[in-house]
């Protein structure tokens, strides 16, 4: 069996950067789940598709052209040969992400396409539901959270880091939105997985939570 590591947390909880790290370390691949549904989202946008329209996002998560390319040491997201590995990251591109991953069909299209990530020598996995739905059966699940104060703080740095403009009022009250919406979905809402590790990194550092999750995952032989 593969090895995998599925790390779940709300929006800007650290999960990717945690996931980045861990993988390096290891050596294994890394699925950033989160990534998809971003590009599903500005697809769609860039299409002239509209977020309630099913059968159509459905036909775009199938055949959507998107690689995921190592280049330095990160990985660029490409879309139709255009790197959007920034544009992505965007607040206005999480939200379509968040608006188009409570649809079931949409998930379901995408499920395959998850799991195909799981490859030797190992996988870290990390999103909305990998340790819940698509890893079930990952040995090591991590819950990765933090409050919605230290997240604003966080993402208002990375904003501010890449040139875009946010206030930090409208950050706590989106993050608040969005686990709001996130965690009430009737579609895999988001949720520790029954025997997942729950971290809380409001007070510790990148580095901590990595040596945590290395830690674990010695303990449990996976490395």
Known sequence: MIPIIAIDGPVSSGKGTVARRVASALGWHLLDSGALYRVLGLHAQHQGVALDNKL???????????????????????LEETDVSEEIRQESVGELASQVAVL????????????????????????????????????????????????????????KEKGFDA????????????????????????????????LDSTDLTVDQVVARILDEAATRSLI
């Open 167 to 198: 206030t930090l009022a409208a950050l706590v009250e989106d993050i608040r939105t969005r686990d709001e919406r996130d965690m009430k979905r009737s579609v895999a809402p988001l949720k520790p997985a029954e025997d997942a590790l729950e």
């Open 56 to 78: 159509a996002l459905v036909d775009l998560a199938e055949n959507l052209p998107v690689r995921f390319v190592e280049r330095g040491g990160d990985t660029r997201v490409v």
């Open 104 to 159: 079931q069909p949409v998930r379901d299209a995408l499920f395959a396409r998850q799991r195909a990530f799981a490859q030797a020598p190992g996988l870290v996995a990390d999103g909305r539901d990998m340790g819940t739905v698509v890893f079930r059966d990952a040995p090591l699940k991590i819950y990765l959270t933090a409050s919605a104060e230290e997240r604003a703080r966080r993402r208002f740095n990375q904003l």
